[in-house]
């Protein structure tokens, strides 16, 4: 993605189908314009503690300017009828690849959280 950061990539493991390591501590490395790249060598997800499954689509800007558009004020884009963001990844203005990524973080949230 920004080939003159000159970072390491290791090949793709025909055995586990998974990247090889390369690099053995984590770093920052800010870009500009509020992006940043951070390598965490040995993280293979990132599971969020701490939110609703009805919040997590704030943390999508893709989502943004669509959550108020759906029927239900509590909708977790998944399975809701009127749900605006479903409407938008039908019609190809948000990425399949991108929601699906959503909806399996979607899976994650919650299972840690005590009630």
Same mark, same amino acid.
């Given at each position: 993605?920004?080939?003159?950061?000159?970072?390491?990539?290791?090949?793709?493991?025909?055995?586990?189908?998974?990247?090889?390591?390369?690099?053995?501590?984590?770093?920052?490395?800010?870009?500009?314009?509020?992006?940043?790249?951070?390598?965490?060598?040995?993280?293979?997800?990132?599971?969020?503690?701490? $939110?609703?499954? !009805?919040?997590?689509?704030? @943390?999508?800007?893709?989502?943004?300017?669509?959550?108020? =558009?759906?029927? *239900?004020?509590?909708?977790?884009?998944?399975?809701?009828?009127?749900?605006?963001?479903?409407?938008?990844?039908?019609?190809?203005? $948000?990425?399949? !690849?991108?929601?699906?990524? @959503?909806?399996?973080?979607?899976?994650?949230?919650?299972? =840690?959280?005590? *009630?």
């Amino acid at each position: 993605m920004y080939p003159e950061l000159n970072l390491k990539v290791g090949e793709i493991s025909n055995y586990t189908s998974k990247g090889t390591h390369t690099t053995s501590t984590s770093v920052m490395i800010y870009l500009g314009n509020e992006t940043y790249i951070i390598d965490t060598p040995g993280v293979r997800e990132i599971d969020p503690f701490g $939110i609703r499954k !009805e919040d997590l689509g704030h @943390y999508f800007k893709e989502f943004e300017n669509l959550i108020g =558009d759906c029927r *239900f004020n509590t909708c977790t884009h998944h399975h809701e009828p009127g749900c605006a963001v479903i409407n938008a990844v039908e019609n190809d203005n $948000i990425s399949a !690849e991108r929601y699906d990524s @959503y909806l399996r973080i979607l899976d994650t949230v919650e299972k =840690d959280m005590n *009630f």
